[in-house]
């Protein structure tokens, strides 16, 4: 058991579930994904049938499946709640708008039965399908006011494209009027072809480079000042955002030739604004993280579990980071649960 300091109450507010529902409709798509038989560790890898990428995987008969084992594990390691995610790429390799729809529509459905079955347990992020901002409008409805999700989960880039264009401007609108965060998780990044797939370069840097791509093109596009009650989590601290906010602030404005020009006077300012969480199993990126955006403004996660030991590593690294901490304790209860309970309330 690993409780260490304790808050009032934990909130990890990225876990993540594969519904059955999708692992079998994923096969009766035209998705580019395919899922393999399981390997020697029993793991079954979803494969991007394009580029041969692994983009994520899942073992049966664990936790990446079965709820009840994460609420064994929430009890070994005194986690009150989770809210529960379905790791990217989701459905944006659906490119098919309907039957993005279709999947997306299983997979909430029975996320929300999850957390009806366990309410005191857990919440959930639902799956939009962001290929078409028409049909994504139409399931952020349906998620919201049927089956009372509180909050979003979108990849990074939907099929290498990201979200500054102003086809999601309805979609950034809906979320505001709903006061609905919107979690951006890292994909297959579009740096991918080019890293390459040895020594998990890809896994390690790739993924949280491309959240920084997503959400510096939000804030240097002037979506964010455009969309000011717009509430944007960035998984794993943000990626390069805080380490590199010197640089940004140096050269953002510098004058370099061809592309967009940045839209706004102070590009630090809207990525300041959004919120970050804490994956990144180490206290002294945790305190940079803080030092650059502020306490509020970051949230307990443990990216379980994709860890070894069945993902029970996700915890005892996340929590170890936060005893490390150099913080008081109503800094760490901010962290563990009072910012996030605050943006999505009882989820």
């Known amino acids: 058991m690993h409780r260490g300091i304790r808050a009032n109450l934990r909130i990890d507010v990225q876990c993540h579930l594969f519904p059955r529902s999708f692992i079998k409709g994923l096969s009766s798509t035209g998705s580019q994904l395919r899922i393999s038989p399981p390997d020697e560790r029993g793991r079954r890898v979803v494969v991007d049938s394009k580029t041969g990428g692994e983009v994520t995987f899942f073992v049966d008969d664990s936790p990446f499946v079965d709820p009840k084992m994460h609420i064994r594990d929430m009890s070994d390691y005194g986690i009150d709640r989770q809210i529960l995610s379905l790791p990217p790429p989701g459905v944006d390799m659906?490119?098919?708008?309907?039957?993005?729809?279709?999947?997306?529509?299983?997979?909430?459905?029975?996320?929300?039965?999850?957390?009806?079955?366990?309410?005191?347990?857990?919440?959930?992020?639902?799956?939009?399908?962001?290929?078409?901002?028409?049909?994504?409008?139409?399931?952020?409805e349906r998620a919201?006011?049927?089956?009372?999700?509180?909050?979003?989960?979108?990849?990074?880039?939907?099929?290498?494209?990201?979200?500054?264009?102003?086809?999601?401007?309805?979609?950034?609108?809906?979320?505001?009027?709903?006061?609905?965060?919107?979690?951006?998780?890292?994909?297959?990044?579009?740096?991918?072809?080019?890293?390459?797939?040895?020594?998990?370069?890809?896994?390690?840097?790739?993924?949280?480079?491309?959240?920084?791509?997503?959400?510096?093109?939000?804030?240097?596009?002037?979506?964010?000042?455009?969309h000011p009650n717009l509430k944007i989590i960035a998984a794993h601290g943000g990626g390069m955002v805080p380490f590199f906010s010197g640089r940004i602030g140096m050269l953002a404005k510098v004058a370099a030739g061809g592309g967009k020009a940045i839209s706004i006077d102070e590009p630090l300012k809207p990525l300041r604004n959004v919120y970050y969480d804490a994956a990144l199993f180490d206290a002294n990126a945790l305190e940079l993280l803080i030092q650059f955006a502020g306490v509020d403004h970051v949230v307990y996660a443990s990216d379980y579990p994709f860890g070894r030991n069945q993902g029970r590593s996700c915890y005892d690294e996340s929590l170890a980071m936060m005893e490390r901490l150099r913080a008081d304790n109503n800094a760490k209860e901010k962290i563990f649960a009072g910012n996030i309970s605050r943006l999505l309330g009882r989820t």
């Open 94 to 140: 659906i490119l098919d708008p309907q039957e993005a729809l279709r999947l997306s529509m299983l997979i909430n459905d029975e996320l929300a039965r999850v957390v009806e079955t366990y309410p005191d347990k857990f919440g959930a992020l639902a799956t939009i399908p962001m290929n078409n901002a028409t049909v994504a409008l139409q399931e952020i």
């Open 144 to 226: 919201i006011n049927e089956l009372g999700f509180k909050g979003i989960i979108v990849s990074s880039n939907t099929n290498a494209k990201f979200y500054d264009g102003d086809e999601y401007d309805e979609v950034f609108r809906t979320l505001e009027r709903h006061n609905t965060p919107m979690f951006i998780h890292p994909t297959e990044p579009v740096t991918a072809k080019q890293i390459g797939q040895d020594y998990k370069l890809v896994l390690i840097f790739g993924w949280p480079f491309d959240t920084t791509l997503s959400i510096a093109r939000l804030a240097f596009s002037g979506k964010l000042e455009m």
